[in-house]
Structure formats: C-alpha cells, structure tokens
C-alpha cells in the first residue's frame, strides 16, 4: 500500500496571472517551453468568480507550470507580486542536469534580454535567478551533489532545535529572532548524544 | 566551559575543518554521529576569504550546532569564544 502513497513529482503548479500575452511569450518563446494545454472556461457559478484562461507549458520530466487569467478582474492589490524576500520565497526552481546546461540557460536568456539577477552556489545547488512579466522569481539550478542520509538527519536535528527553541522563547513570551539561539540548542542535542554510549 | 563546534561531515563544510586542523589552540575530532567537532578552550576564529568558502556556505558554518557564544560573525571574520 506504501507505494501507492508515494508522490511522482510535479503535475503542474499553478499562479494568477494579469499579463497573459507577456506571460504566453515568455514561457513559451522566451524559455521555449512548450505550451501544452489550455483550459478556457465561464465562471463555476461561485460567488463572483469569473470567466478564465488556464494554461499550461510544458517544463519537463512530465511537470507543468500553469497561470490562471481571470477576464475582467482586477488585480488585487494583494497579489500584486513586490520583489522582496519575502514575496520571493514563492518561486519556482526548475532542474538542469549540469553546469554547462546551466551556462547555456543564461546564454539563452540574457541574449534575449532576461536579466539574470544572481548565479550563486549554494550547499547542494548552483543556480541562477531571474524574473518572468509578473515580476515572479524564477531559479534554474543544478544539483552539486546527492542528498545523503545524514542531510536528512542533520535537518531533523536543526528543525528539532529551532522548534524547540522557538517553543522555549514563546513560553518566556518572545520569539526565535536569530537562528544563534537554535544553533546553539542543537549544540547542546549533539553534545547529549554523544555522551551516550554509542 | 570550551567551545566546540560541530560540523556535517559533508563536503562543503570541510574547508572548516582543513582550516582548524591548523590552528594550534584547536583539536578536531573525526566525525561521530556525522559531526565533526572542533573544540577548542577560549575560542575559536575563521576567516571567509582563507577558506574559499562562498557566501551563502559561510553564512551556513555554523549551521551543525556549537556551544558557546558568537562574539563576531560578519562578512568575513566569526569568532566563537567560550561562555565563561
């Protein structure tokens, strides 16, 4: 029965959009990624919901990424993407195999006047960082290594202390402000265990 | 009270430990349950640029756990120094 509650990567991930032939060229002609679908419909007779455009380009390993266009409706100001971190922790990081693919993205990209913002190396990724029309962050990267078993426990350990230590603040009626004080709560985790006998 | 820091014994984080490896106040201990654990009596100091570490892996050195107290960690310079 486990394997059948095993999940099979991304179907499609999905965002509101208000610049629908920006955001049709961009992915489609800018990236290249082909348009595969589309889904044009009336309202679903819910409280004002209106008329809309769904579609969806093709960005490989048999995921997808998709826009709604509402006719008609307005942008919210809410969602109205800002470039700040925080806004930009929504984003999308699509996979290349290596580095020279990488390389070639930014070629593609820049030669046909996408800014790249950043191409940073991180702990397990090297990646590049851009914007579509809509202002959304878009991230390419390539993976530098495997995950090992001890990423998973390391991030168990971490999670565990950060909670822990967030807990421990809310009850003396503060916050986890600096993630020092987390560090040093799985100090003391690591330093218990090896205490004990192995 | 010391310091000791531990690090994952992942490739990324062992610029870390050739760099305390050198250092005369400090001993490094090979990795038990996955950590590293580099201690030493008072303190406990790197620099980013010596260690080629980038800045989002420097920005994560510490991130393995460690007791004591982070008396200065900026751009290019931390300094771990016992509670005490």
């Known amino acids: 029965m486990t394997e059948l509650l095993k999940l099979n990567g991304v179907h499609h991930t999905a965002r509101p959009t208000w610049k629908l032939r920006e955001t049709v060229e961009f992915y489609r002609d800018v990236l290249g990624l082909p348009l595969v679908h589309c889904v044009s419909a009336r309202g679903w007779g819910r409280e004002e919901h209106p008329d809309f455009v769904h579609f969806f380009f093709d ?33 999308t990081a699509w996979r290349v195999e290596t580095r020279e693919e990488l390389l070639a993205w930014r070629e593609r990209l820049e030669s ?87 | 009270m010391s310091v000791t820091i531990f690090v994952p014994d992942i490739p990324e984080f062992l610029p ?19 950590y590293w654990r580099v201690e030493s ?8 640029r010596p260690l080629g570490l980038s800045p989002a892996i420097w920005n994560s050195a510490l991130s393995g756990g460690f007791r004591g107290r982070i008396a200065e960690y900026g751009r290019d310079f931390m300094r771990i120094v016992s509670e005490d």
């Open chain 1, 59 to 91: 960005s490989g390993a048999g995921s997808t990424i998709a826009f709604f266009y509402y006719l008609g409706f307005k942008q919210p100001d809410y969602l109205v993407h800002r470039p700040t971190f925080d806004n930009d922790a929504i984003h």
């Open chain 1, 112 to 198: 046909r006047g996408v800014a790249i913002m950043f191409q940073i190396e991180h702990e397990i990724v090297e990646s590049i960082y851009f914007r579509d029309p809509n202002g959304y962050f878009l991230e390419i990267g390539w993976p530098l290594r495997k995950f090992e078993a001890l990423d998973a426990s390391d991030a168990e350990l971490t999670l565990r202390a950060a909670i822990e230590t967030e807990e421990r603040a809310r009850r003396d009626g503060g916050e986890l402000t600096h993630i020092e004080a987390a560090w040093r709560a799985k100090g003391e985790l690591l330093a218990d265990a090896a205490e004990q006998p192995s």
């Open chain 2, 16 to 34: 870390l430990i050739r760099a305390a490896e050198t250092v005369a106040t400090c001993t490094v201990q090979r990795p038990r349950n996955g």
């Open chain 2, 41 to 48: 009596e008072r303190e406990i100091s790197f620099s980013r």
